[in-house]
């Protein structure tokens, strides 16, 4: 596991995504009403950059003629063939048991705290009050 | 809410031929310099007339973004599949596409009820394939569109494109007004026999006026996007029985996004009531499926994908692995990637026939 700064938490507000390159790999970062999430941009079903989809909710029903909008905002829905997949696990919900996007750990972390340790935010070395959106895997 | 557009890493290393592309006007006006002036005005003061049921909009709901790639839509504004560079940038590159087979199917006078102008939009479609597809882009071929309602216009266009080998197929709807064994369509299939060019179906949005279930309309887009199975099946079923292929034996026909699975079932069914009912239709030689394997192709977008994944390789086998040509429907939403789309065992040889060698094979591509 190593940690990798993604942007400052300025950057990515309530609302936002931002698809980054990480040691090689695209993941996308999600600002879902103050909760982070980080996924990597592929959908394991058939291929899209899944990063690019809807940010949604589930739609459930207990029987025809019942419709529910539910988990607003929890999931992610592939640009392509419309599977859904829950953000903070990255299971899929079309087939929970054997469909995962990878996802990765991601937090906050105070711009101070980053520069004391090996991990040095070497983008934003003025800054160091600021917050950052980090990426751990 | 669509973050920017990211770029697919290039990870498909054969080449691969793609049946099904779907390019689309930039403006609606696009064709207007494609058709001759009287047409022209004839288009700009009334419009289209398509055979459609409902008095407007579509007769079913539509999946992701207006049915395409919620990624497809050019920066440069336009519709998705209107834009050449996006088209190479996202799919040909990427995905090593060595010839791509155009799929027009906006406009184009298939489905359009006066006859005049629907040869008009036929000819139109086919000089704008051309000019804006196949020519900037030599790994593009096209189909040709024909007025398939009025055979007799339909010849005149397959006889006008034929020689030009950008052309690779004939395309007709699978959804006309009456089912396509049916005699009045035969000048087409003669013509086609007469050109060396394949017959391609694809669905169309409207239903030569029908409903498109067969019993109704639709309720959701999940039953919509299930009856191009239908349609297909009651294609192949009249073809076959209303005697095309004892009457046209060298004609190819292929079966595009209307799946395959269920092609053995129906052979199935067909023989074993042919066994019984042969008097009725005594212009047959041979069982139903013989036609049905002999004359019969298909693309494999949308596969099929059993739980088993293994269980189509057996569908495959029935129906022949020298039948089945990709095809990848960009840019609509339920584009299939090969790296991706097939997930049941093939060797190294009925992959490079999927993929491509059957498709070079019977389009004559080179």
């Known amino acids: 596991m190593s940690r990798h700064v993604v942007c400052p938490a300025a950057e990515l507000p309530p609302g936002a995504r931002k698809v980054v390159v990480v040691d090689g790999r695209e993941i996308g970062v999600f600002n879902v009403e103050g909760r982070l999430h980080a996924l990597l941009n592929r959908c394991p079903h058939g291929g899209a950059a899944i990063c690019s989809g809807v940010v949604t909710g589930l739609s459930q029903s207990s029987g025809p003629g019942d419709y529910r909008l539910e988990r607003r905002g929890e999931f992610l829905r592939c640009p392509w063939h419309g599977w859904e997949f829950d953000m903070a696990t990255g299971q899929s919900w079309c087939d929970p048991r054997r469909t995962k996007v990878r996802s990765f750990e991601v937090k906050l972390e105070a711009g101070s705290d980053l520069v004391m340790g090996p991990y040095v935010a070497e983008r934003y070395p003025v800054t160091v009050e600021d917050a950052y959106v980090v990426v751990d895997f | ?366």
């Open chain 2, 1 to 366: 809410m669509n973050a920017p557009f990211v770029e697919q890493k290039a990870r498909q290393t054969f080449a691969v031929v793609d049946c099904d592309i779907h390019p689309a006007h930039r403006t609606p006006g696009e064709l207007l310099p494609y058709l001759e002036p009287r047409w022209r005005e004839h288009y700009e003061t009334h419009g289209v007339h398509v055979r459609q049921a409902l008095q407007s909009g579509l007769m079913y709901p539509r999946m992701m973004a207006a049915g395409m790639r919620a990624d497809s839509l050019p920066e440069k504004g336009g519709p998705a599949g209107s834009d050449l560079d996006l088209l190479r940038k996202q799919h040909l590159d990427p995905v090593n596409v060595e010839f791509g087979l155009l799929m027009a199917l906006s406009k184009g006078g298939m489905e359009e009820r006066n006859p005049g102008l629907a040869a008009a939009l036929s000819r139109a479609t086919n000089d704008w394939q051309i000019d804006r597809w196949v020519r900037e882009e030599p790994r593009l071929r096209a189909g040709i569109v024909v007025p398939q309602e009025f055979p007799e216009a339909a010849v005149a266009e397959i006889e006008r494109c034929a020689g030009d080998r950008r052309y690779v197929q004939i395309m007709l709807s699978s959804r006309p007004s009456d089912p396509l064994g049916h005699r009045r369509y035969w000048p087409i299939y003669e013509a086609a026999e007469r050109a060396g060019l394949p017959i391609g179906l694809h669905p169309v949005g409207y239903n030569g006026g029908h409903p498109s279930t067969g019993s109704g309309w639709p309720t959701f887009y999940l039953q919509e996007h299930y009856v191009f199975v239908a349609c297909m099946e009651a294609l192949a079923s009249s073809l076959i029985i209303e005697g095309v292929f004892e009457r046209f034996p060298k004609l190819k026909v292929v079966l595009v996004e209307g799946g395959f699975g269920w092609a053995p079932a129906l052979a199935w069914r067909m023989d074993k009531h042919f066994d019984k009912f042969r008097k009725e239709v005594a212009h047959l030689k041979r069982r139903p499926s013989e036609y049905l394997r002999e004359h019969i192709w298909w693309t494999t977008q949308p596969i099929e994908e059993p739980a088993q994944a293994r269980h189509i390789v057996e569908i495959i086998d029935w129906i022949g692995w020298d039948r089945l040509l990709y095809s990848s429907d960009y840019p609509h939403w339920d584009y299939d990637n090969p790296s991706f789309a097939f997930k049941f065992p093939m060797t190294e040889q009925q992959r490079r026939m999927i993929f491509r060698d059957n498709a070079l094979a019977l389009y004559r591509l080179a």
